[in-house]
Protein backbone atom coordinates (compact mmCIF):
# COMPACT_ATOMS: atom_id res chain seq x y z
CA UNK A 1 0.00 0.00 0.00
CA UNK A 2 0.86 3.50 -1.08
CA UNK A 3 1.76 5.78 2.17
CA UNK A 4 1.10 9.54 2.06
CA UNK A 5 2.96 11.12 -1.28
CA UNK A 6 3.51 14.59 -1.55
CA UNK A 7 5.92 16.85 -4.44
CA UNK A 8 8.22 18.59 -4.98
CA UNK A 9 10.38 17.30 -2.38
CA UNK A 10 12.55 19.98 -2.43
CA UNK A 11 11.76 23.49 -3.78
CA UNK A 12 14.03 26.54 -3.74
CA UNK A 13 12.45 30.27 -4.45
CA UNK A 14 12.92 33.71 -4.63
CA UNK A 15 10.79 35.35 -1.54
CA UNK A 16 7.86 37.10 -2.63
CA UNK A 17 7.66 34.06 -5.51
CA UNK A 18 4.71 31.87 -4.95
CA UNK A 19 4.91 28.34 -4.25
CA UNK A 20 2.35 25.08 -4.43
CA UNK A 21 3.00 21.80 -2.59
CA UNK A 22 0.70 18.91 -3.20
CA UNK A 23 -0.31 15.74 -0.81
CA UNK A 24 -1.84 12.41 -2.04
CA UNK A 25 -3.12 10.82 1.20
CA UNK A 26 -3.54 7.25 1.74
CA UNK A 27 -6.15 5.94 -0.20
CA UNK A 28 -9.54 5.78 1.87
CA UNK A 29 -8.19 8.63 4.74
CA UNK A 30 -10.91 10.60 5.01
CA UNK A 31 -8.51 12.65 7.30
CA UNK A 32 -5.33 14.98 5.75
CA UNK A 33 -3.18 16.74 7.84
CA UNK A 34 -0.66 19.80 6.76
CA UNK A 35 1.96 20.57 9.21
CA UNK A 36 4.87 22.98 9.33
CA UNK A 37 8.21 21.81 10.30
CA UNK A 38 11.25 24.33 11.46
CA UNK A 39 14.52 22.89 12.11
CA UNK A 40 15.02 21.31 15.10
CA UNK A 41 11.29 22.03 16.73
CA UNK A 42 8.03 19.69 16.29
CA UNK A 43 5.53 20.01 13.33
CA UNK A 44 3.02 22.47 13.83
CA UNK A 45 -0.68 22.37 12.58
CA UNK A 46 -1.62 24.56 9.89
CA UNK A 47 -4.75 22.75 8.73
CA UNK A 48 -6.85 19.79 8.89
CA UNK A 49 -9.12 18.47 6.59
CA UNK A 50 -11.99 16.11 7.01
CA UNK A 51 -12.60 14.59 3.75
CA UNK A 52 -13.33 18.29 1.92
CA UNK A 53 -14.28 20.52 4.63
CA UNK A 54 -11.46 22.17 6.64
CA UNK A 55 -12.36 21.87 10.26
CA UNK A 56 -9.38 23.58 11.68
CA UNK A 57 -7.96 26.34 9.79
CA UNK A 58 -6.96 28.35 12.93
CA UNK A 59 -2.91 27.86 12.44
CA UNK A 60 -3.15 28.94 9.06
CA UNK A 61 -1.58 32.40 8.00
CA UNK A 62 -4.68 33.21 5.85
CA UNK A 63 -2.88 36.67 4.29
CA UNK A 64 -0.51 34.09 2.39
CA UNK A 65 -1.59 30.95 2.71
CA UNK A 66 -4.51 28.75 1.24
CA UNK A 67 -4.98 25.40 1.11
CA UNK A 68 -7.15 23.22 -0.49
CA UNK A 69 -9.10 19.61 -1.39
CA UNK A 70 -11.18 19.75 -3.68
CA UNK A 71 -13.28 15.90 -4.01
CA UNK A 72 -11.68 15.03 -0.38
CA UNK A 73 -8.85 13.03 -1.47
CA UNK A 74 -5.62 15.26 -3.00
CA UNK A 75 -4.59 18.69 -1.63
CA UNK A 76 -2.58 21.35 -1.98
CA UNK A 77 -1.15 24.55 -0.14
CA UNK A 78 -0.20 27.33 -1.58
CA UNK A 79 2.14 30.12 -0.58
CA UNK A 80 2.20 33.38 -2.33
CA UNK A 81 3.98 35.51 -1.83
CA UNK A 82 6.57 33.43 -0.02
CA UNK A 83 8.71 35.15 2.78
CA UNK A 84 12.40 34.25 4.24
CA UNK A 85 10.78 32.66 6.76
CA UNK A 86 8.38 30.18 5.65
CA UNK A 87 11.59 27.98 4.60
CA UNK A 88 10.87 24.87 6.77
CA UNK A 89 9.38 21.32 5.97
CA UNK A 90 5.94 20.97 4.90
CA UNK A 91 4.73 17.83 5.95
CA UNK A 92 1.24 16.30 4.93
CA UNK A 93 -0.22 13.54 6.94
CA UNK A 94 -3.31 11.21 6.53
CA UNK A 95 -5.24 9.22 8.78
CA UNK A 96 -8.84 7.20 8.95
CA UNK A 97 -10.80 8.30 11.64
CA UNK A 98 -12.43 5.34 13.28
CA UNK A 99 -9.58 3.19 11.97
CA UNK A 100 -6.91 1.06 14.32
CA UNK A 101 -5.90 3.31 16.87
CA UNK A 102 -6.26 6.29 14.65
CA UNK A 103 -2.53 6.21 13.21
CA UNK A 104 -1.73 9.74 11.38
CA UNK A 105 0.74 8.53 8.74
CA UNK A 106 3.12 10.88 7.34
CA UNK A 107 4.50 12.02 4.15
CA UNK A 108 8.33 12.39 3.44
CA UNK A 109 7.78 16.08 3.36
CA UNK A 110 8.12 19.25 0.97
CA UNK A 111 11.82 20.64 1.81
CA UNK A 112 10.86 24.73 1.13
CA UNK A 113 14.27 27.14 0.82
CA UNK A 114 13.47 30.70 0.40
CA UNK A 115 16.08 32.72 -0.63
CA UNK B 1 -3.94 26.09 25.12
CA UNK B 2 -2.77 22.88 25.10
CA UNK B 3 1.08 22.55 25.75
CA UNK B 4 3.17 19.42 25.42
CA UNK B 5 6.86 19.42 26.76
CA UNK B 6 9.18 16.79 26.25
CA UNK B 7 11.80 16.11 28.35
CA UNK B 8 14.75 16.38 27.59
CA UNK B 9 15.50 17.47 24.73
CA UNK B 10 19.06 16.34 23.86
CA UNK B 11 19.98 12.97 25.29
CA UNK B 12 23.32 11.42 24.72
CA UNK B 13 23.88 7.63 26.09
CA UNK B 14 25.79 4.57 26.30
CA UNK B 15 25.10 1.77 24.65
CA UNK B 16 23.55 -0.78 26.45
CA UNK B 17 22.23 1.57 28.73
CA UNK B 18 18.22 2.00 29.56
CA UNK B 19 16.99 5.39 29.90
CA UNK B 20 13.08 7.23 29.68
CA UNK B 21 12.15 10.16 27.78
CA UNK B 22 8.96 11.68 29.11
CA UNK B 23 5.85 13.85 27.74
CA UNK B 24 3.97 15.90 29.76
CA UNK B 25 0.75 17.82 28.30
CA UNK B 26 -1.35 20.23 30.03
CA UNK B 27 -5.02 19.62 29.25
CA UNK B 28 -7.54 16.13 29.70
CA UNK B 29 -6.58 13.91 26.38
CA UNK B 30 -6.66 9.94 25.90
CA UNK B 31 -5.13 9.70 23.11
CA UNK B 32 -1.10 10.27 22.60
CA UNK B 33 0.68 9.38 19.84
CA UNK B 34 5.24 8.69 19.70
CA UNK B 35 7.25 9.39 16.59
CA UNK B 36 10.62 8.64 15.23
CA UNK B 37 12.58 10.86 13.01
CA UNK B 38 15.56 10.59 11.62
CA UNK B 39 17.58 13.10 10.03
CA UNK B 40 16.30 14.82 6.55
CA UNK B 41 13.12 11.77 7.21
CA UNK B 42 9.44 12.09 7.94
CA UNK B 43 7.86 10.74 10.37
CA UNK B 44 7.59 7.25 11.75
CA UNK B 45 4.92 6.18 14.10
CA UNK B 46 6.01 4.18 16.50
CA UNK B 47 2.82 3.78 19.21
CA UNK B 48 -0.74 4.99 19.76
CA UNK B 49 -2.11 5.17 23.21
CA UNK B 50 -5.80 5.07 23.90
CA UNK B 51 -6.15 4.65 27.23
CA UNK B 52 -5.33 5.29 31.11
CA UNK B 53 -2.49 3.16 31.76
CA UNK B 54 -1.88 1.31 28.23
CA UNK B 55 1.46 0.09 27.32
CA UNK B 56 2.80 -0.79 24.60
CA UNK B 57 6.30 -2.21 23.20
CA UNK B 58 8.39 -3.14 20.31
CA UNK B 59 11.43 -4.19 20.48
CA UNK B 60 13.71 -2.02 23.32
CA UNK B 61 11.26 0.69 23.31
CA UNK B 62 8.06 1.04 25.51
CA UNK B 63 5.39 3.23 26.09
CA UNK B 64 2.87 4.19 28.52
CA UNK B 65 0.20 6.50 29.27
CA UNK B 66 -1.08 8.09 32.33
CA UNK B 67 -4.01 10.05 31.80
CA UNK B 68 -4.38 11.42 35.19
CA UNK B 69 -1.03 12.77 35.50
CA UNK B 70 -1.07 13.93 32.38
CA UNK B 71 2.44 12.03 31.56
CA UNK B 72 3.23 9.62 28.68
CA UNK B 73 6.97 7.70 28.33
CA UNK B 74 8.82 6.09 26.27
CA UNK B 75 11.49 3.68 28.13
CA UNK B 76 14.46 2.80 25.90
CA UNK B 77 16.01 -0.66 27.39
CA UNK B 78 19.90 -1.58 26.48
CA UNK B 79 20.03 1.14 23.56
CA UNK B 80 22.12 0.10 20.56
CA UNK B 81 22.96 3.03 18.23
CA UNK B 82 20.44 1.90 15.79
CA UNK B 83 17.72 4.22 18.19
CA UNK B 84 19.89 6.87 17.37
CA UNK B 85 17.10 9.49 16.23
CA UNK B 86 14.48 12.43 17.14
CA UNK B 87 11.12 10.89 19.07
CA UNK B 88 8.48 13.13 19.44
CA UNK B 89 5.49 12.62 21.07
CA UNK B 90 1.73 13.92 19.88
CA UNK B 91 -1.14 14.65 22.24
CA UNK B 92 -4.94 14.53 21.00
CA UNK B 93 -6.97 17.02 22.33
CA UNK B 94 -10.12 18.24 20.53
CA UNK B 95 -9.46 16.31 17.71
CA UNK B 96 -6.39 18.83 17.50
CA UNK B 97 -2.89 17.32 17.57
CA UNK B 98 0.00 19.33 19.49
CA UNK B 99 4.01 18.06 19.50
CA UNK B 100 6.37 18.25 21.56
CA UNK B 101 9.62 19.89 20.36
CA UNK B 102 11.65 16.60 20.33
CA UNK B 103 14.16 14.38 22.15
CA UNK B 104 17.22 14.42 20.37
CA UNK B 105 18.51 10.57 21.35
CA UNK B 106 22.37 9.90 20.19
CA UNK B 107 23.46 6.77 21.09
CA UNK B 108 27.28 5.77 21.67
CA UNK B 109 28.55 2.90 20.53
Known amino acids: EAGVVQSPRYKIIEKKQPVAFWCNPI?????LYWYLQNLGQGPELLIRYENEEAVDDSQLPKDRFSAERLKGVDSTLKIQPAELGDSAVYLC?????????????FGEGSWLTVV | ELKVEQNPLFLSMQEGKNYTIYCNYSTTSDRLYWYRQDPGKSLESLFVLLSNGAVKQEGRLMASLDTKARLSTLHITAAVHDLSATYFCAVDADDKIIFGKGTRLHILP
Open chain 1, 27 to 31: SGHNT
Open chain 1, 93 to 105: ASSSRGGPGNTIY
